[in-house]
């Protein structure tokens, strides 16, 4: 036996080894090509309702010069833009409520000259603006509680020279700063737990030259930094869990060059890695709602690799979505997973791009009527 063919061998032992420790997937998921909104020529997912049935993002609105407009997709009914605020040119949706009724986002106000203003949307209401924090010029909101009483976000502040701050807000309260790290200049909040008790995001931190740090915040313990990777230069949270005691994010790992790593963190285990061996630069971008099931993207080794769509089980570590999904390759165009962006609360969903920046949707738990790999065609119109 030559050198190749001994290789070639072990690799595939390798392999098996470690597609049988994936977690099961229960029934053959299905594939769903997002599409386009009314024949325009992007699309951007960003967020998965808790019960998995709604993705909201970013399209270009073919209808309407390729604007961009934030938009409203389910596999049953497809496309809804969400229209513009007051006859902004753009607008953009982040995230929504668990049970996908309620979403919010950034839109241009056409009212405010052009400004950038977080947004609240639902049905009843349309597209309404939170306002801005003291005054100041602009804000921009990224997440909101399953519930959909609290939202959070960034805003200039007012009342520190229009310096970023990290906002929470409620109808009864508005919005509010949660302040900064150590009288640091900025803070940024990325995400809140179902509740809306716990804040998550990066600040710069004033005790260590602006360094960005992530955080997570509550009332009870205000702002509090999350620390680093193995003494890395900055850490950013992205996510958190149902009752904020897990958070995933990316942090410069020490132990790696500074190399931008996935990490893990809980009040008993502080910051982990969820860097996989033979693999380089990870971030994490979503997380269940028990905190077992976390996706992003990694790469390979080497600055000029492509960025691949990962998920990271407790069970199992990261995997490939191209290695653990059994859908064929020419279901998805030849295109492999590229990024991994949302999850629904149990797991069993999952919203990204292909390397070609086709947006998708993958179900795991599926009708028997469903066969694997099956592709089913979006409608672009909502149904009234």
């Not at 100041?136 to 399953?146: D, F, I, P, R, T």
């Not at 976390?294 to 199992?316: I, N």
């Not at 028997?368 to 592709?375: E, R, S, Y």
Request: aromatic share 8%.
């Amino acid at each position: 036996m030559d050198g190749h063919t001994h290789l070639t061998r072990q690799r595939n032992l390798l392999q098996r080894a470690r597609l049988a420790s994936l977690p099961a997937i229960r029934r053959p998921p299905a594939f769903y090509p997002i599409g386009t909104l009314n024949a325009g020529n992007y699309t951007q997912v960003a967020a998965l309702s808790g019960d998995g049935l709604v993705v909201v993002g970013l399209a270009a609105e073919g209808e309407d010069f390729y604007q961009p407009r934030a938009f409203r997709w389910s596999w049953a009914s497809g496309f809804e833009s969400l229209g513009a605020l007051n006859g902004g040119a753009y607008s953009s949706a982040e995230a929504l409520s668990s049970d996908g009724q309620v979403i919010v986002g950034t839109a241009e106000d056409g009212a405010c000259g052009g400004s950038d203003r977080a947004f609240r949307w639902t049905r009843e209401d349309g597209m309404r603006s939170l306002g801005v924090l003291n005054h100041g010029l602009y804000s921009q909101a990224y997440a909101v509680s399953g519930d959909a009483r609290v939202i959070v976000g960034d805003a200039a502040d007012g009342a520190a020279d229009n310096l970023t701050r990290a906002f929470r807000w409620t109808a009864a309260d508005g919005l509010r700063s949660l302040g900064t790290l150590n009288d640091g200049r900025s803070s940024h909040a990325s995400a809140v737990s179902a509740d809306g008790r716990v804040i998550v995001g990066y600040a710069g931190n004033g005790a260590n030259g602006e360094v960005r740090r992530a955080f997570r915040w509550s009332a009870e313990e205000g702002m509090c930094d999350l620390g680093t990777l193995n003494g890395g230069a900055f850490s950013k949270a992205t996510a958190v869990s149902h009752d904020g005691g897990v958070i995933v994010g990316v942090a410069g790992d020490g132990a790696a060059g500074g190399e931008p790593r996935a990490f893990i963190w809980t009040r008993q285990g502080g910051m982990r890695s969820l860097h996989a061996p033979g693999s380089g630069s990870s971030r994490a971008s979503a997380i269940s709602a028990d905190g077992r099931t976390v996706v992003g993207v990694a790469r390979r080794p080497g600055d000029d690799q492509p960025e691949q769509a990962v998920c990271w089980q407790l069970s199992s570590g990261q995997q490939r979505l191209d290695d653990w999904l059994p859908i064929p390759l020419a279901m998805r165009g030849g295109q492999s997973f590229a990024q991994a962006v949302g999850v629904s609360a149990d797991g069993s969903a999952l919203i990204g791009q292909l390397a070609d920046e086709q947006a998708f949707y993958v179900q795991f738990e599926l009708a028997d009527t469903l066969a694997l790999g099956q592709v089913v065609p979006p409608v672009q119109r909502l149904s009234a």
